[in-house]
């Protein structure tokens, strides 16, 4: 296999996981794994659910694009811009997202305080 193949199938895998992250976390005890979230401080947990779920498949969905382009189009000079210019700055994007949404909806004060 040519390392170009195997990045496709590497690629192809991770992007699965992360869209299958974003569809298990819809699901009543998918919940659990949001890591980093202080259950007793959420407000809405179903809010939450929904919006890290939307947040990891616009990630895997970016991911899979990027394995994509990048097997099709790597011998391609245009390829710099649209990996590095557009597709990188869009997944940081998504994961500060996912870092605030989660900060947002812990909004019930810890141990009475605020």
Known sequence: MTPATIGLIGGLWVGAAVLALGLAVRW???????????????????????????????LGALILVNTGLRYAWRDEPAWPIVGHDVLAPAMALVLLATFLIKRRFQDRPRDGRR
Do not use: N, Y
């Open 28 to 58: 009543p005890r998918g919940r659990r794994l949001i890591r980093g979230v202080d259950w007793t401080r959420v407000s809405d947990p179903e809010g939450l659910a929904q919006w890290f779920s939307l947040l990891m498949l616009a």
